[in-house]
């Protein structure tokens, strides 16, 4: 059976699999103080978070100014920019989230943008790229996916990490948008799919 240290080792190099480590330590750390990930998700941190939030890494065009919508402790945003992947923006209006991220960010050396502010609140800028997991029900995803590209000609591709309620969500989102999606399994949860999005417009 392959182990989880493996599956990550597939996507990225043993050095950026240590600083993965040290990622999950200082999660450790702050979550005595700050509710940054469930106490029960830590002792399968490597899969839950890391290995969850990097199957998206050869899903992306590492070319695209991308954001992180809603990226509490850094998923699937920081642990894409450990990665390598650039041109990146984690949002999120938890300032509390946003100072451990900023922590993280100087520790682990990372190149990655940070900003604390609701979606709708963001400077206007030109996103080609969202991803996000666990954030928000799929109607708000798609209303905050046509503001982070009003700027562009044409919708963002979204990429959401989504649980079994994932159909549900799409049939409520197609009664307000047209889109286009496809659903690619998750390589860590046999319920979870990764929900790709493209071609967004209201109705």
């Known amino acids: 059976m392959v182990s989880v240290e493996q599956k990550i080792l597939e996507y990225v190099s043993r050095e950026t699999y240590e600083k993965f480590m040290e990622y999950k330590n200082i999660v450790e750390e702050w979550n005595r103080n700050t509710s940054l990930v469930q106490v029960q998700t830590i002792d ?35 642990v894409l920019a450990v990665a390598g992947l650039n041109k990146l923006t984690l949002c999120d209006s938890n300032q509390r989230k946003i100072i451990f991220l900023l922590e993280l960010k100087r520790k682990l050396g990372v190149d990655v943008n940070v900003i604390c502010k609701r979606v709708e609140h963001l400077p206007i800028n030109s996103y080609s790229q969202v991803v996000t997991r666990a954030c928000a029900d ?12 009003r700027e562009t000609e044409k919708s963002p591709i979204l990429y959401a990490l989504k649980g079994q309620s994932v159909d549900q969500e799409i049939k409520k989102a197609q009664e307000k948008f047209k889109f286009n999606y496809e659903k690619i399994n998750s390589v860590t949860n046999a319920d979870g799919v990764i929900l790709k999005i493209t071609d967004i417009s209201g109705l």
């Not at 978070?49 to 809603?70: F, R, V, Y």
């Not at 799929?138 to 982070?148: K, N, P, R, T």
């Open 44 to 78: 399968q941190f490597m899969e839950r978070h890391i290995l969850d939030s990097l199957q998206l890494l050869p899903l992306l065009n590492k070319e695209l100014a991308t954001l992180d919508i809603g990226t509490g402790a850094g998923f699937p945003g920081m």
């Open 138 to 149: 799929l109607i708000l995803l798609l209303d905050q996916a046509l503001i982070v590209s």
